[in-house]
Protein backbone atom coordinates (compact mmCIF):
# COMPACT_ATOMS: atom_id res chain seq x y z
CA UNK A 1 0.00 0.00 0.00
CA UNK A 2 0.85 3.30 -0.78
CA UNK A 3 2.26 5.27 2.52
CA UNK A 4 1.22 8.99 2.82
CA UNK A 5 2.53 11.46 1.51
CA UNK A 6 3.89 14.41 3.69
CA UNK A 7 1.96 16.79 0.90
CA UNK A 8 -1.23 15.57 2.32
CA UNK A 9 -0.36 16.38 6.04
CA UNK A 10 1.32 19.81 5.20
CA UNK A 11 -1.66 20.86 3.08
CA UNK A 12 -5.18 19.77 4.16
CA UNK A 13 -7.87 19.30 1.18
CA UNK A 14 -10.06 22.07 3.98
CA UNK A 15 -7.00 24.45 3.42
CA UNK A 16 -6.22 24.47 -0.43
CA UNK A 17 -8.91 26.98 -0.90
CA UNK A 18 -6.68 29.33 1.28
CA UNK A 19 -3.22 30.08 -0.97
CA UNK A 20 -0.63 31.85 1.15
CA UNK A 21 -0.76 35.41 0.75
CA UNK A 22 1.91 36.55 -2.06
CA UNK A 23 5.34 37.58 -0.41
CA UNK A 24 4.50 35.39 2.52
CA UNK A 25 7.65 33.60 3.97
CA UNK A 26 8.35 30.39 3.06
CA UNK A 27 6.72 27.64 5.30
CA UNK A 28 8.46 26.20 8.11
CA UNK A 29 7.79 22.46 8.84
CA UNK A 30 6.02 21.35 12.00
CA UNK A 31 5.16 18.33 12.15
CA UNK A 32 5.87 15.70 9.22
CA UNK A 33 5.16 12.25 8.30
CA UNK A 34 7.86 10.99 10.35
CA UNK A 35 6.62 13.27 13.75
CA UNK A 36 3.32 11.28 13.44
CA UNK A 37 4.71 7.66 12.90
CA UNK A 38 5.25 6.81 16.22
CA UNK A 39 2.10 7.80 17.35
CA UNK A 40 0.41 5.63 14.39
CA UNK A 41 -0.95 2.11 15.39
CA UNK A 42 1.04 -0.86 12.83
CA UNK A 43 -2.92 -2.54 12.33
CA UNK A 44 -4.22 0.73 10.84
CA UNK A 45 -0.93 2.87 8.72
CA UNK A 46 -2.34 6.02 7.13
CA UNK A 47 -2.02 5.96 3.47
CA UNK A 48 -4.01 8.75 1.15
CA UNK A 49 -6.78 6.30 -0.03
CA UNK A 50 -7.62 5.40 3.84
CA UNK A 51 -7.50 9.14 4.77
CA UNK A 52 -9.67 10.31 2.25
CA UNK A 53 -12.43 7.78 2.77
CA UNK A 54 -12.05 8.69 6.46
CA UNK A 55 -12.71 12.32 5.19
CA UNK A 56 -15.89 11.49 3.10
CA UNK A 57 -17.21 9.51 6.29
CA UNK A 58 -16.52 13.01 8.14
CA UNK A 59 -17.99 14.65 5.49
CA UNK A 60 -21.61 12.67 5.15
CA UNK A 61 -24.57 13.57 6.95
CA UNK A 62 -26.30 10.05 5.74
CA UNK A 63 -24.29 8.21 8.64
CA UNK A 64 -26.48 10.05 11.20
CA UNK A 65 -29.79 8.48 11.97
CA UNK A 66 -31.72 10.87 10.21
CA UNK A 67 -29.31 12.25 7.32
CA UNK A 68 -29.04 15.67 9.29
CA UNK A 69 -25.54 15.59 11.41
CA UNK A 70 -22.14 14.71 10.00
CA UNK A 71 -18.91 14.40 11.93
CA UNK A 72 -18.20 17.86 10.41
CA UNK A 73 -21.53 19.71 11.63
CA UNK A 74 -19.45 19.86 14.99
CA UNK A 75 -16.17 20.08 13.92
CA UNK A 76 -15.79 22.06 11.11
CA UNK A 77 -13.06 22.91 8.90
CA UNK A 78 -13.38 26.24 8.57
CA UNK A 79 -13.42 27.00 12.13
CA UNK A 80 -10.20 24.86 13.30
CA UNK A 81 -12.62 21.60 13.36
CA UNK A 82 -14.84 23.45 15.92
CA UNK A 83 -17.91 24.95 15.93
CA UNK A 84 -18.53 28.65 17.81
CA UNK A 85 -20.98 27.34 20.14
CA UNK A 86 -20.70 26.32 24.56
CA UNK A 87 -22.14 23.17 23.22
CA UNK A 88 -23.27 21.21 19.50
CA UNK A 89 -26.13 20.84 18.47
CA UNK A 90 -26.69 16.90 17.33
CA UNK A 91 -29.84 15.21 15.65
CA UNK A 92 -33.78 16.19 16.26
CA UNK A 93 -31.95 19.77 17.47
CA UNK A 94 -30.72 17.69 21.06
CA UNK A 95 -27.90 19.78 22.91
CA UNK A 96 -25.18 17.95 24.91
CA UNK A 97 -23.15 19.41 27.47
CA UNK A 98 -19.84 19.55 26.49
CA UNK A 99 -17.78 21.65 23.84
CA UNK A 100 -16.64 20.04 20.59
CA UNK A 101 -13.10 20.12 20.50
CA UNK A 102 -10.74 20.31 17.46
CA UNK A 103 -9.45 17.44 15.61
CA UNK A 104 -6.27 19.12 14.75
CA UNK A 105 -3.21 17.15 16.33
CA UNK A 106 -5.34 14.38 17.54
CA UNK A 107 -2.65 12.21 16.55
CA UNK A 108 -0.63 13.12 19.67
CA UNK A 109 -3.32 13.03 22.40
CA UNK A 110 -2.59 9.65 24.43
CA UNK A 111 -6.52 9.25 24.98
CA UNK A 112 -9.48 11.69 23.66
CA UNK A 113 -12.26 13.36 24.69
CA UNK A 114 -12.35 15.40 27.55
CA UNK A 115 -12.32 12.91 30.04
CA UNK A 116 -10.22 10.90 28.27
CA UNK A 117 -12.85 7.87 28.21
CA UNK A 118 -11.85 6.50 24.54
CA UNK A 119 -7.82 4.87 24.49
CA UNK A 120 -7.40 5.49 20.61
CA UNK A 121 -9.00 7.50 17.86
CA UNK A 122 -10.11 4.46 16.40
CA UNK A 123 -12.14 3.62 20.00
CA UNK A 124 -13.39 6.72 19.67
CA UNK A 125 -14.56 7.46 16.27
CA UNK A 126 -17.90 5.33 15.87
CA UNK A 127 -19.03 6.48 19.86
CA UNK A 128 -20.52 9.86 18.35
CA UNK A 129 -22.26 7.77 15.78
CA UNK A 130 -24.27 5.67 18.29
CA UNK A 131 -24.68 8.43 20.85
CA UNK A 132 -28.44 9.08 20.90
CA UNK A 133 -27.79 13.08 21.14
CA UNK A 134 -25.21 13.29 18.53
CA UNK A 135 -25.51 10.48 15.52
CA UNK A 136 -28.44 9.11 16.89
CA UNK A 137 -27.54 5.65 15.26
CA UNK A 138 -29.01 2.63 17.49
CA UNK A 139 -27.32 0.11 15.62
CA UNK A 140 -23.71 -0.73 13.91
CA UNK A 141 -25.38 -3.03 11.85
CA UNK A 142 -27.73 -0.05 10.72
CA UNK A 143 -24.92 1.90 9.65
CA UNK A 144 -23.39 -0.41 7.74
CA UNK A 145 -26.03 -1.20 5.41
CA UNK A 146 -26.85 2.26 4.81
CA UNK A 147 -23.16 3.05 3.28
CA UNK A 148 -23.29 -0.43 1.51
CA UNK A 149 -26.45 1.05 -0.21
CA UNK A 150 -24.12 4.14 -1.50
CA UNK A 151 -21.85 3.20 -4.56
CA UNK A 152 -19.09 5.44 -3.59
CA UNK A 153 -18.72 3.96 -0.24
CA UNK A 154 -19.02 0.40 -1.48
CA UNK A 155 -16.05 1.38 -4.39
CA UNK A 156 -13.87 2.96 -1.64
CA UNK A 157 -14.71 0.18 1.25
CA UNK A 158 -13.43 -2.33 -1.16
CA UNK A 159 -9.96 0.01 -2.70
CA UNK A 160 -8.77 1.14 0.68
CA UNK A 161 -9.72 -2.68 2.71
CA UNK A 162 -10.57 -5.00 0.07
CA UNK A 163 -13.98 -5.95 1.32
CA UNK A 164 -17.24 -4.65 1.65
CA UNK A 165 -18.21 -1.96 4.43
CA UNK A 166 -17.48 -2.96 8.11
CA UNK A 167 -18.11 -1.17 11.27
CA UNK A 168 -14.53 -1.84 12.53
CA UNK A 169 -12.77 -0.21 9.34
CA UNK A 170 -15.18 2.85 9.16
CA UNK A 171 -13.22 3.96 12.70
CA UNK A 172 -10.23 3.02 11.21
CA UNK A 173 -10.96 5.61 8.03
CA UNK A 174 -12.14 8.47 10.58
CA UNK A 175 -8.72 7.44 12.45
CA UNK A 176 -6.34 8.18 9.70
CA UNK A 177 -8.08 11.21 8.49
CA UNK A 178 -8.02 12.25 11.72
CA UNK A 179 -4.07 11.65 12.16
CA UNK A 180 -3.37 13.16 8.84
CA UNK A 181 -5.06 16.50 10.28
CA UNK A 182 -2.32 18.79 11.41
CA UNK A 183 -1.51 22.26 12.54
CA UNK A 184 0.85 24.04 9.89
CA UNK A 185 3.29 26.57 10.92
CA UNK A 186 2.40 29.38 13.22
CA UNK A 187 4.15 32.60 13.57
CA UNK A 188 5.55 31.49 16.96
CA UNK A 189 7.38 28.56 14.66
CA UNK A 190 9.05 31.25 12.29
CA UNK A 191 10.47 33.14 15.58
CA UNK A 192 11.53 30.15 16.88
CA UNK A 193 13.53 29.28 13.73
CA UNK A 194 14.74 32.80 13.58
CA UNK A 195 12.87 35.40 12.51
CA UNK A 196 12.38 37.45 15.51
CA UNK A 197 10.01 39.63 13.59
CA UNK A 198 7.71 36.87 13.52
CA UNK A 199 6.29 38.07 16.86
CA UNK A 200 5.39 41.32 18.00
CA UNK A 201 6.84 42.59 21.23
CA UNK A 202 4.03 41.91 23.16
CA UNK A 203 3.98 38.35 21.74
CA UNK A 204 7.28 37.89 22.71
CA UNK A 205 6.55 39.24 26.34
CA UNK A 206 3.86 36.88 26.13
CA UNK A 207 5.98 34.18 25.49
CA UNK A 208 8.10 34.82 28.34
CA UNK A 209 5.07 35.18 30.76
CA UNK A 210 3.96 31.70 29.52
CA UNK A 211 7.03 29.59 30.28
CA UNK A 212 7.04 32.22 33.55
CA UNK A 213 5.52 34.09 35.97
CA UNK A 214 1.91 32.99 34.51
CA UNK A 215 3.02 29.08 34.81
CA UNK A 216 1.19 28.03 32.16
CA UNK A 217 3.51 25.74 31.13
CA UNK A 218 3.03 23.78 34.00
CA UNK A 219 0.29 21.78 32.10
CA UNK A 220 0.59 22.94 28.60
CA UNK A 221 4.32 22.46 28.65
CA UNK A 222 6.50 23.23 25.60
CA UNK A 223 8.41 20.25 24.31
CA UNK A 224 10.72 21.27 21.50
CA UNK A 225 10.35 18.15 19.24
CA UNK A 226 6.57 18.48 19.76
CA UNK A 227 5.44 21.77 20.39
CA UNK A 228 1.56 21.17 20.99
CA UNK A 229 1.64 22.60 24.37
CA UNK A 230 0.01 20.00 26.46
CA UNK A 231 0.70 16.92 29.25
CA UNK A 232 -1.66 14.59 28.73
CA UNK A 233 -2.73 14.80 32.02
CA UNK A 234 -5.93 15.72 33.70
CA UNK A 235 -6.41 18.59 36.23
CA UNK A 236 -9.09 20.30 37.93
CA UNK A 237 -8.73 23.65 37.07
CA UNK A 238 -12.39 24.42 38.22
CA UNK A 239 -14.40 26.25 35.29
CA UNK A 240 -17.57 24.43 36.30
CA UNK A 241 -17.67 25.00 40.10
CA UNK A 242 -19.10 27.92 40.29
CA UNK A 243 -22.56 25.93 39.43
CA UNK A 244 -23.99 25.95 43.15
CA UNK A 245 -24.29 22.31 43.22
CA UNK A 246 -21.06 21.33 42.58
CA UNK A 247 -19.88 20.04 45.70
CA UNK A 248 -23.24 18.10 46.98
CA UNK A 249 -23.06 16.36 43.49
CA UNK A 250 -19.25 15.37 43.57
CA UNK A 251 -20.36 13.88 47.15
CA UNK A 252 -23.49 12.00 45.75
CA UNK A 253 -21.49 10.82 42.63
CA UNK A 254 -19.21 8.43 44.85
CA UNK A 255 -21.57 6.34 45.54
CA UNK A 256 -23.89 5.77 42.39
CA UNK A 257 -21.71 6.45 40.00
CA UNK A 258 -19.34 2.94 41.26
CA UNK A 259 -19.53 1.14 37.89
CA UNK A 260 -20.53 2.14 34.01
CA UNK A 261 -19.44 0.34 30.80
CA UNK A 262 -18.20 2.92 27.84
CA UNK A 263 -21.83 3.63 26.46
CA UNK A 264 -22.87 4.65 29.66
CA UNK A 265 -20.07 6.70 30.64
CA UNK A 266 -20.46 8.48 27.31
CA UNK A 267 -23.80 9.07 28.35
CA UNK A 268 -23.40 10.58 31.57
CA UNK A 269 -20.55 13.24 29.81
CA UNK A 270 -22.82 14.16 27.14
CA UNK A 271 -26.47 14.55 28.56
CA UNK A 272 -26.22 14.38 32.60
CA UNK A 273 -25.27 16.87 34.83
CA UNK A 274 -22.58 14.42 36.13
CA UNK A 275 -20.54 15.70 32.62
CA UNK A 276 -18.94 18.13 35.07
CA UNK A 277 -16.91 14.99 37.08
CA UNK A 278 -14.88 14.73 34.19
CA UNK A 279 -12.19 12.36 34.69
CA UNK A 280 -14.07 11.15 37.94
CA UNK A 281 -16.63 9.33 35.21
CA UNK A 282 -13.44 7.23 33.85
CA UNK A 283 -11.82 6.41 37.09
CA UNK A 284 -14.02 6.86 39.66
CA UNK A 285 -11.00 8.40 41.97
CA UNK A 286 -11.70 11.12 43.94
CA UNK A 287 -8.55 12.82 43.40
CA UNK A 288 -10.17 12.93 39.63
CA UNK A 289 -12.98 14.64 40.30
CA UNK A 290 -13.55 17.88 38.22
CA UNK A 291 -10.34 16.92 36.19
CA UNK A 292 -10.10 17.33 32.51
CA UNK A 293 -7.69 16.86 29.88
CA UNK A 294 -5.17 19.81 28.80
CA UNK A 295 -6.02 20.90 25.71
CA UNK A 296 -3.14 21.66 23.15
CA UNK A 297 -3.40 25.40 22.49
CA UNK A 298 -2.27 24.91 18.72
CA UNK A 299 -4.85 26.86 16.81
CA UNK A 300 -6.59 27.79 19.97
CA UNK A 301 -7.27 31.31 18.73
CA UNK A 302 -10.21 30.03 16.31
CA UNK A 303 -11.84 27.37 19.01
CA UNK A 304 -13.76 29.48 21.05
CA UNK A 305 -15.81 29.28 23.24
CA UNK A 306 -13.31 27.42 25.39
CA UNK A 307 -13.49 25.37 28.05
CA UNK A 308 -15.06 21.25 28.70
CA UNK A 309 -18.18 23.08 28.66
CA UNK A 310 -17.30 26.13 26.64
CA UNK A 311 -18.25 28.70 29.80
CA UNK A 312 -15.31 31.16 28.89
CA UNK A 313 -16.34 33.12 25.59
CA UNK A 314 -12.70 34.80 24.75
CA UNK A 315 -9.34 34.19 25.81
CA UNK A 316 -9.49 37.36 27.65
CA UNK A 317 -11.82 35.41 30.10
CA UNK A 318 -9.67 32.43 29.68
CA UNK A 319 -6.60 34.03 30.81
CA UNK A 320 -8.48 36.05 33.58
CA UNK A 321 -9.76 32.81 34.61
CA UNK A 322 -6.16 31.88 35.41
CA UNK A 323 -4.97 34.85 36.51
CA UNK A 324 -7.23 34.91 39.73
CA UNK A 325 -5.90 30.56 40.00
CA UNK A 326 -9.40 29.27 38.57
CA UNK A 327 -12.16 28.81 40.47
CA UNK A 328 -11.51 27.60 44.41
CA UNK A 329 -13.01 24.16 44.73
CA UNK A 330 -12.01 20.92 46.95
CA UNK A 331 -10.17 19.20 44.36
CA UNK A 332 -8.69 22.06 42.52
CA UNK A 333 -5.11 21.14 41.19
CA UNK A 334 -2.33 22.42 43.75
CA UNK A 335 -0.90 23.57 40.72
CA UNK A 336 -3.31 26.57 40.36
CA UNK A 337 -2.40 30.34 42.27
CA UNK A 338 -3.65 33.40 41.55
CA UNK A 339 -1.12 35.10 39.37
CA UNK A 340 -1.15 38.66 39.76
CA UNK A 341 -0.85 39.67 36.17
CA UNK A 342 -1.72 43.25 35.42
CA UNK A 343 -4.00 44.55 32.09
CA UNK A 344 -1.54 44.34 30.21
CA UNK A 345 0.09 41.48 30.68
CA UNK A 346 -2.79 39.80 29.93
CA UNK A 347 -2.80 41.25 26.77
CA UNK A 348 0.35 39.92 26.31
CA UNK A 349 -0.45 36.51 26.98
CA UNK A 350 -3.53 36.93 24.58
CA UNK A 351 -1.60 38.28 21.98
CA UNK A 352 0.64 35.41 22.20
CA UNK A 353 -1.42 32.55 22.22
CA UNK A 354 -2.49 34.01 18.67
CA UNK A 355 0.76 33.57 17.76
CA UNK A 356 -0.09 29.59 17.67
CA UNK A 357 -2.78 30.20 14.72
CA UNK A 358 -1.66 28.59 11.82
CA UNK A 359 -0.21 30.64 8.87
CA UNK A 360 -3.10 29.31 6.62
CA UNK A 361 -5.44 30.78 9.19
CA UNK A 362 -3.90 34.69 8.46
CA UNK A 363 -6.77 36.48 7.33
CA UNK A 364 -9.31 35.11 10.32
CA UNK A 365 -6.35 35.75 12.49
CA UNK A 366 -6.47 39.49 12.81
CA UNK A 367 -10.52 39.62 13.04
CA UNK A 368 -11.03 37.00 15.40
CA UNK A 369 -8.57 38.73 17.52
CA UNK A 370 -10.88 42.19 17.43
CA UNK A 371 -13.91 40.28 18.11
CA UNK A 372 -12.90 38.81 20.58
CA UNK A 373 -11.43 41.49 22.59
CA UNK A 374 -14.53 43.77 21.47
CA UNK A 375 -17.05 41.24 23.20
CA UNK A 376 -14.71 40.94 26.18
CA UNK A 377 -14.74 44.75 26.81
CA UNK A 378 -18.40 45.04 26.07
CA UNK A 379 -19.22 42.69 28.33
CA UNK A 380 -16.51 44.19 31.06
CA UNK A 381 -18.55 47.25 30.48
CA UNK A 382 -22.00 45.92 31.21
CA UNK A 383 -20.95 44.16 34.12
CA UNK A 384 -19.92 47.77 35.53
CA UNK A 385 -22.78 49.32 33.81
CA UNK A 386 -25.13 47.24 36.06
CA UNK A 387 -23.08 46.92 38.70
CA UNK A 388 -23.38 50.94 39.17
CA UNK A 389 -27.42 50.61 38.62
CA UNK A 390 -27.47 47.97 41.70
CA UNK A 391 -25.65 50.12 43.80
C1 LIG B 1 -23.26 16.67 17.79
C2 LIG B 1 -21.90 17.17 17.69
C3 LIG B 1 -20.81 16.18 17.35
C4 LIG B 1 -20.75 15.28 16.32
C5 LIG B 1 -21.80 15.01 15.27
C6 LIG B 1 -19.46 14.66 16.41
N1 LIG B 1 -18.74 15.16 17.45
FE1 LIG B 1 -16.85 14.71 17.92
N2 LIG B 1 -17.06 15.69 19.66
C7 LIG B 1 -18.16 16.45 20.04
C8 LIG B 1 -18.04 16.82 21.43
C9 LIG B 1 -19.04 17.66 22.23
C10 LIG B 1 -16.85 16.26 21.89
C11 LIG B 1 -16.30 16.31 23.33
C12 LIG B 1 -17.04 15.24 24.11
C13 LIG B 1 -16.36 14.88 25.40
O1 LIG B 1 -15.17 15.15 25.54
O2 LIG B 1 -17.01 14.29 26.24
C14 LIG B 1 -16.25 15.56 20.75
C15 LIG B 1 -15.00 14.93 20.77
C16 LIG B 1 -14.38 14.38 19.66
C17 LIG B 1 -13.01 13.94 19.59
C18 LIG B 1 -12.01 13.99 20.75
C19 LIG B 1 -11.08 15.16 20.65
C20 LIG B 1 -10.19 15.29 21.87
O3 LIG B 1 -9.59 16.36 22.03
O4 LIG B 1 -10.10 14.38 22.69
C21 LIG B 1 -12.79 13.47 18.34
C22 LIG B 1 -11.49 12.92 17.78
C23 LIG B 1 -14.04 13.59 17.62
N3 LIG B 1 -14.98 14.17 18.45
C24 LIG B 1 -14.27 13.12 16.33
C25 LIG B 1 -15.56 12.98 15.81
C26 LIG B 1 -15.89 12.14 14.68
C27 LIG B 1 -14.92 11.27 13.90
C28 LIG B 1 -17.23 12.28 14.48
C29 LIG B 1 -18.11 11.60 13.45
C30 LIG B 1 -18.12 10.16 13.47
C31 LIG B 1 -17.71 13.22 15.47
N4 LIG B 1 -16.67 13.59 16.27
C32 LIG B 1 -19.03 13.66 15.54
C33 LIG B 1 -19.21 16.78 19.21
C34 LIG B 1 -19.55 16.08 18.08
C1 LIG C 1 -2.92 23.14 36.39
C2 LIG C 1 -2.81 22.96 34.95
C3 LIG C 1 -3.03 24.15 34.05
C4 LIG C 1 -2.43 25.40 34.10
C5 LIG C 1 -1.43 25.90 35.09
C6 LIG C 1 -2.97 26.14 32.97
N1 LIG C 1 -3.84 25.38 32.27
FE1 LIG C 1 -4.91 25.97 30.66
N2 LIG C 1 -6.07 24.34 30.84
C7 LIG C 1 -5.86 23.28 31.70
C8 LIG C 1 -6.99 22.37 31.65
C9 LIG C 1 -7.12 21.08 32.42
C10 LIG C 1 -7.91 22.95 30.77
C11 LIG C 1 -9.32 22.41 30.46
C12 LIG C 1 -10.16 22.68 31.72
C13 LIG C 1 -11.61 22.37 31.62
O1 LIG C 1 -12.20 22.46 30.55
O2 LIG C 1 -12.21 22.08 32.67
C14 LIG C 1 -7.30 24.18 30.27
C15 LIG C 1 -7.88 25.01 29.31
C16 LIG C 1 -7.20 26.07 28.71
C17 LIG C 1 -7.66 26.78 27.53
C18 LIG C 1 -8.93 26.49 26.75
C19 LIG C 1 -8.60 25.68 25.54
C20 LIG C 1 -9.80 25.13 24.83
O3 LIG C 1 -9.60 24.59 23.75
O4 LIG C 1 -10.93 25.21 25.34
C21 LIG C 1 -6.72 27.74 27.26
C22 LIG C 1 -6.75 28.75 26.12
C23 LIG C 1 -5.70 27.64 28.27
N3 LIG C 1 -6.01 26.61 29.11
C24 LIG C 1 -4.59 28.47 28.37
C25 LIG C 1 -3.83 28.57 29.54
C26 LIG C 1 -2.96 29.67 29.86
C27 LIG C 1 -2.73 30.87 28.96
C28 LIG C 1 -2.43 29.41 31.09
C29 LIG C 1 -1.52 30.28 31.92
C30 LIG C 1 -2.06 31.57 32.28
C31 LIG C 1 -2.96 28.11 31.50
N4 LIG C 1 -3.81 27.65 30.54
C32 LIG C 1 -2.61 27.46 32.67
C33 LIG C 1 -4.74 23.12 32.49
C34 LIG C 1 -3.93 24.16 32.90
Known sequence: MQRISVALLMLPAAVLAQPPA???????PVFSGDTIKPFT???????????????????????SADNSVACNTCHSPRNGFTTHTATSRGVSDQI??????????TVFYKTLFWDGRAASLEEQ??????NPIEMGQKDPKDVVAKLSAIPQFVEAFQQVFGHP??????????????????STEAPFDRFLHGDEKALSASQQRGWALFTGKARCGSCHSYDP???????????NVGPTVRKPDFNQMAKRAADTLATGNQA??????????YSDLGRFLVTKKREDIGAFKTPFLRDVLLTGPYMHDGSLETLWDVVEFFNKGGEQNPFLDSGMKPLELTESEVDDLVNFLSALTSDRFAEQRAAEL???????????????QNQKGSQ
Do not use: C
Open 22 to 28: PGAPPPV
Open 96 to 105: GKRNAPSILN
Open 264 to 273: EIDKLALETE
Open 225 to 235: ALPIFGDNRFH
Open 165 to 182: VNWEDIGKALAAFERSRL
Open 125 to 130: ATLPIL
Open 370 to 384: DRQHAAYLYRLALQR
Open 41 to 63: PADNPITDAKAKLGDMIFDEKRV
